[in-house]
């Protein structure tokens, strides 16, 4: 029940394109979902976050959707740049311990 | 500028020894993390520090030790204990205990190999 399931585990979308990443969770106590984004031996740098008081988040080209009877939440990065590719991260945690359940990781590749 | 230290970035180590793993911090974030990251995983959490003198076992703290003695600072001990060493390891920091509290500031990492 603590996990966070992310898909796909690798995605290729060419430059301009719409980037989708997914994650769901099963334990209805979480109440912060954070996407991380992580470059190649660097640590996670938080992007976007959302709470479940509301469905969208938009910040820039990234936008988080939320579906909270589906239990589900996705990344959207619009007009995809071959800067974006990294490795993606979603997560959840409930309260303000800060313990966060990463999902497990999207490679993404955005070919110029 | 504010952030976290980790050192060594690379280390390698002989089955058999323990090697610690140095993570700072001057962001005065009260707590600290430590994950471990593996290929198709994600990040697991080892263990975590909410105030100096105290830390608790997150979900693969077997094998690995740790020390809060200073708010700065969250030595990782990987032991001989671990079957398993060899990943990235990552440590990080937030402010603890308030909203925001789960805003985690992490390092660059650390890549322990066991030869």
């Known amino acids: 029940q603590q996990q966070v399931k992310q898909s796909p585990q690798s995605l290729i979308v060419q430059k301009g394109g719409i980037s989708i990443i997914n994650c769901a969770y099963e334990?209805?106590?979480?109440?912060?979902f954070p996407w991380y984004q992580q470059f190649p031996g660097k640590g996670p740098a938080l992007l976007i976050a959302?709470?479940?008081?509301?469905s969208e988040k938009k910040e820039g080209r990234f936008t988080i959707s939320f579906n909270k009877s589906a239990k589900q939440f996705s990344l959207h990065i619009m007009d995809s740049q071959p800067g974006d590719s990294a490795t993606y991260f979603c997560?959840?945690?409930?309260?303000?311990?800060?313990?966060?359940?990463f999902g497990q990781g999207t490679t993404l590749q955005v070919k110029p | 500028d504010g952030g976290i230290t980790q050192s060594p970035k690379y280390l390698f180590r002989k089955e058999g020894q323990n090697v610690t793993l140095s993570c700072e911090q001057n962001?005065?974030?009260?707590?600290m993390y430590w994950y471990r990251q593996d290929p198709g995983q994600g990040l697991r959490l080892i263990y975590y520090?909410?105030?100096?003198?105290?830390?608790q076992k997150g979900d693969i703290a077997e094998g690995y030790s740790v020390s809060r003695e200073k708010k700065e600072s969250f030595p990782l001990t990987v032991t001989s204990a671990q079957k398993n060493p060899t990943a990235f390891y990552l440590c990080?920091?937030?402010?603890?205990?308030?909203?925001?509290?789960?805003?985690?500031?992490f390092g660059a990492g650390s890549r322990l190999t066991v030869l």
């Open positions: 990080a920091s937030s402010i603890g205990g308030v909203p925001g509290a789960n805003v985690l500031t």
């Open positions: 334990n209805t106590a979480f109440d912060y």
């Open positions: 520090s909410q105030i100096v003198n105290d830390f």
């Open positions: 959302i709470r479940p008081d509301v």
């Open positions: 997560a959840a945690s409930s309260g303000n311990t800060g313990k966060l359940i």
């Open positions: 962001l005065n974030h009260d707590a």
